[in-house]
């Protein structure tokens, strides 16, 4: 008998394990949640539609965003997305944008982890606590907080919000808003064009019409400020955008 009960424990252990259920037998492993893809068009439609409850009486014809994710974080059951955003809204007349209203700032959006919904928008704080909230929206991350101040880029942002301004035009069925260089309504001839200076953006062109120039560039240090009207000349997109310059050589 004593040789008989090493086989029976044996035998047990092998029925014992034929009983559990099997793969594809009954019970299966646990799935592994699955977690939404937060798109850059799902947040650009988010922060729209935010915008729009904010400001419900808004009057301006035409609105144009730039998004930049800076950083996309998992925690916990949500999805913290740090961006950098640049919102202006615009007036249409004869050919020629006009910015009115807008804001550009870092903001972290918070999402729901598997349904994909937005939960929250942070936004840093006015005046003297504009960085400290920063920081305090990265959770203490100063690497992050440092990130997010820095990640405005003119040229880059500037591109991206006339493109995103064009395709907000066009679907709203406006017409002959797009011109070549020296068919700008208004600044056909006699113009000047500058594609340089200190508060240049890259991709523009400057076009001040020639009296306007040499008249403001006779006034140099006889006012405290010398500007004159002119357009920003989107050149990928061809908009034109009232603007004013006063960049002129000394």
Known sequence: MKKIRPLLIVLSLLI???????????AHPKE???????????????????????????????????VKVVKKMDQDQKISIFIWV????????????KA?????????????????KLQEIIQPRDGSEYAPSILEMTGGDKKLAEKLMESFNLGEDYNRLMENL????????????????????GYEKDVVYIKDGPRHIPGTVDIVKKDDYDQAKARLGKENWTYCPSICYHEKTGLALESIFDSFES
Request: charged letters at 30%.
């Open 16 to 26: 014992l394990g034929a009983c559990q259920a099997q793969p594809g037998q009954g």
């Open 32 to 66: 592994k949640e699955k977690r939404m893809d937060i798109s850059q068009d799902k947040i650009l439609a988010d922060l729209k539609t935010a915008d729009a409850k904010d400001n419900p009486y808004k009057k301006e014809d035409y609105t144009a965003y730039s």
């Open 86 to 97: 640049w919102c202006q809204d615009y007036s249409f007349s004869q050919g020629i944008f």
């Open 100 to 116: 009115e209203s807008g804001y550009f700032m870092p903001m972290k959006l918070v999402y729901g982890a598997q349904d994909g």
């Open 166 to 185: 064009a395709q907000d035009a066009k679907a709203k069925g406006l017409e002959k808003f797009s011109h070549k260089l020296d068919q700008v309504p």
